[in-house]
């Protein structure tokens, strides 16, 4: 099981951003935690600079904007 | 890792194909764009309304704006999602970092336009650019000029007011951004940063940016395709509401009126345009057919300038988020200086025009 970390403060994208990594996860049968993260200091932590972020299993992989599907689907599939 | 892969409508789709269609577009777009005043007369003289009344000319106003606005930001908003896809915070940031204040300062607000920015990872970019070395005032230039001057401001005031008047912004934005930003890295108000964010600084952590990936040109068309819905999505109510309201003082606002309000001769006007401007929150796009319509009935342009920077520079959303790594001591200086700077430049503006 993966755990995935999606960064934001909460705007759209960022929901945006989390419904697809689930949506992704779903559709390619694997099964993935995911967690919101909202704090500004943990954000800024992780080493994002511009949200959403995501992180899978402790790496980041992902800063600014929406994510791509297939490179999504890559890091899902790892 | 993953194979570089075009999902999407880029699947199957031969990379020519995209050229031919950008170049097409382009071309539609221009015959479209000269049309324009055509059009917008013809659908008033379809109306029951007399063209030379009030109600006319708010129409008229109304129906050639519209479009026009729509699709100057169209063209720029693509081609700046395209140009913005060669930089990143990230290299911004490796640009930024342990530059000397000027030097640094001129390059921030430079990279500011340039660099994709959202205000709601403000504070991650903040933090970002604090933790890796990048000085305080240099930051703040960054974060003065990244919402000021943006593309979506220019092309509506290259638009609908003039290049002149554009340039004059494009020119004052970063001038403020610059010299805000300096004044700000002199005071060393480093201490007045949330205590939090002082322990980053000192820590001063090297945060690995994810790998930077080889984008091909069709994958930059799509990132320019992907800012004008993400621009279009937020913006077309504003723009709806700035043009509705410029229309309606173009066509019943008396002359007189503004005049004695916003012109020149009040001395009193351009401080109360940048005060009135600080609580107002809307972005470039819906500020600026309001500033067109305030042009026209002869308010003076120092005065209209100020009151635009002060509602799109200093907002009280940005300085709510701003919040959380900043001491609302800091928060002063930071709107008490760029408010002066801004204030400086209607004033000048009105005695020297």
Known sequence: MKSIKVYGPGCKRCETTAEMVHNRAAALGEEVEVEKVTDPREIAMAGVMSTPGISVDGKLVHAGGLPDEGKLDGWLKG | ?353
Request: aromatic share 10%.
């Open chain 2, 1 to 353: 890792m993953s194979v570089e892969t075009h999902p999407g409508p880029a699947q199957g789709r031969p990379d020519w194909s995209w050229h031919v269609g950008v170049v097409a577009a382009l071309v539609a777009w221009w015959m479209i764009y000269g049309q324009l005043i055509p059009l917008s007369e013809w659908l008033v003289s379809r109306l029951p309304v007399e063209r030379h009344s009030h109600t006319g000319e708010a129409l008229a106003f109304f129906f050639y704006d519209v479009p026009k606005v729509m699709m100057l930001l169209t063209l720029i908003v693509f081609a700046m999602g395209v140009v913005r896809s060669f930089f990143s915070p990230e290299k911004t940031r490796a640009l930024l970092s342990g530059k000397r204040e000027g030097v640094g300062n001129v390059m921030s607000a430079g990279l500011g336009v340039l660099t994709p920015f959202c205000s709601c990872s403000a504070v991650p970019l903040f933090i970002g650019f604090v933790s890796a070395g990048v000085p305080l005032g240099v930051t703040f230039s960054f974060l003065i000029a990244a919402p000021m001057v943006n593309e979506v401001a220019l092309v509506l005031l290259v638009g609908l007011v003039g290049w002149q008047v554009a340039a004059t912004y494009l020119v004052f934005g970063l001038g403020i951004a610059i010299v805000a930003g300096f004044v700000i890295g002199k005071l060393n108000l480093e201490g007045w940063l949330q205590d939090w964010v002082r322990e980053i600084h000192a820590g001063a952590s090297a945060i690995d940016a994810p790998e930077d990936e080889k984008l091909t040109l069709v994958h930059r068309y799509r990132l320019g395709l992907d800012a004008v819905r993400e621009i279009f999505g937020k913006v077309w109510l504003w723009i709806l509401l700035g043009i509705g309201m410029g229309a309606l003082i173009h066509g019943y606002v008396p002359e007189e009126l503004m005049v004695r309000i916003m012109g020149a001769d009040a001395w009193w006007s351009v401080p109360a345009a940048v005060v009135l401007g600080i609580p107002m929150y809307t972005n470039a796009a819906g500020v600026i057919p309001i500033v067109e319509a305030l042009l026209g009935k002869g308010a003076a342009l120092g005065t209209v300038l100020a009151f635009m920077m002060s509602v799109i520079a200093l907002s009280l959303p940005e300085m709510i988020i701003l919040r959380q790594v900043l001491t609302l001591r800091l928060i002063a200086v930071f709107i008490g200086v760029v408010g002066g700077g801004i204030l400086l430049v209607g004033v000048l503006f009105n005695l020297l025009f």
